[in-house]
């Protein structure tokens, strides 16, 4: 009997190990909300910081609606001011479409602007040679 016991000490044992030093691992080695902060590159991090409000004011508002739906008797599924995500806001979709479009505009044109300044730089630079070839040959002209 004292055998059976042994392999559960045993088995108990090796698990607490095991979760232990998972649980240690995970708390030593995971980085802070503020190293992850700093680790991020400069404009990431002001774009945070920028952010930082805006969601702030989103949580708030979202805990004033959760508050006034928990007073409410009524059934959780009219929940008031919150939309149900199987609810489509056309109107959204139709600023994420238009906001798409005017982002897809400004990408092509400065994709056109880089070209045709390309464009004017190889320009340019034709010219130039052009003109040595000639001025090179100059000392051809009684031929």
Do not use: H
């Not at 095991?18 to 404009?43: A, C, H, M, N, W």
């Amino acid at each position: 009997m004292s055998g059976i016991w042994a392999k559960w000490f045993r088995v108990y044992a090796v698990g607490g190990i095991i979760i232990g030093s998972g649980v240690l691992l995970f708390k030593y080695t995971t980085p802070t909300d503020e190293e992850l902060i700093e680790r991020l590159s400069p404009e990431l991090r002001q774009q945070y910081e920028r952010e930082k409000n805006l969601r702030q004011a989103e949580q708030q508002t979202l805990m004033k609606i959760v508050q006034e739906t928990a007073k409410s008797n009524d059934p959780i599924w009219k929940t008031g001011p919150i939309k149900s995500p199987f609810e489509r806001d056309t109107s959204t979709l139709q600023n994420r479409d238009q906001f798409q479009k005017v982002k897809a505009n400004e990408i092509q044109k400065e994709e056109l602007e880089r070209v045709r300044q390309e464009l004017d730089m190889i320009r340019q630079k034709s010219q130039g040679k052009t003109k040595a070839v000639v001025d090179s040959k100059s000392w051809w002209k009684p031929w």
